[in-house]
């Protein structure tokens, strides 16, 4: 599947997970009516296909460079040095980030076995949100980092 500048597979996954979430919520709410007795399984598919939405979408907000930053010092700097002083952040970021990946595997292996109360799944489906998208994140700040190292021309600095 082939995605172009305004689309992403981070995005339009995320997208789709909102649409299951309100279509979950939906059968929760409408459940809790007299219309019909809902499943029990609602509440716990809602909190994990939230977190599934929420942390793709992070992965998304990363791609785009969307993040929240406070530039009052480093719009101070030379073009130079603020190149310089995001490549370190990125560099440091992408540290933290592989970390959070090998905790996030740790966690899908140790959570392989527990059953969820009312999914027919393990917790590890879980967790997984956790590890692809630290995944997914890791790969974008690795393709940001590789873009500046390359780049011979020193071009507004983010």
Same mark, same amino acid.
């Given at each position: 599947?082939?995605?172009? @500048? ?10 789709? /997970?909102? =649409? *299951?979430?309100?279509? %979950? !919520?939906?059968? &929760?709410?409408?459940? +809790?009516?007299? /219309? ?10 809602? +909190? ?17 460079? @969307? &993040?929240?930053?406070? @530039? ?6 030379? %073009? +130079?040095?603020? +190149?310089?002083?995001?490549? *370190?952040? #990125? ?27 009312? !999914?027919?799944?393990? #917790? ?5 949100? @956790? $590890?692809?998208?630290?995944? $997914? =994140? ?6 940001? %980092?590789?873009?500046? %190292?390359?780049? #011979? ?6």
């Amino acid at each position: 599947m082939s995605f172009s @500048g305004r689309y992403s597979l981070e995005g339009c996954v995320a997208s789709v /997970l909102f =649409i *299951v979430l309100f279509a %979950v !919520l939906m059968i &929760q709410i409408f459940g +809790r009516t007299p /219309l019909f007795t809902g499943p029990v399984w609602t509440e716990e598919a809602a +909190r994990w296909i939230w977190v599934w939405m929420a942390l793709v979408g992070i992965a998304e907000v990363e791609r785009t460079n @969307g &993040q929240l930053r406070m @530039g009052f010092v480093a719009d101070t700097l030379p %073009v +130079r040095w603020r +190149r310089t002083l995001f490549l *370190v952040i #990125d560099a440091v970021y992408l540290g933290i980030v592989a970390h959070l990946v090998w905790i996030s595997y740790k966690t899908v292996l140790r959570t392989w076995n527990n059953e969820a109360v009312s !999914l027919p799944a393990t #917790d590890a489906v879980l967790y997984a949100s @956790g $590890l692809v998208a630290t995944v $997914l =994140i890791l790969h974008r700040i690795a393709r940001r %980092v590789l873009s500046f %190292v390359r780049s #011979d021309t020193p071009e507004e600095a983010r």
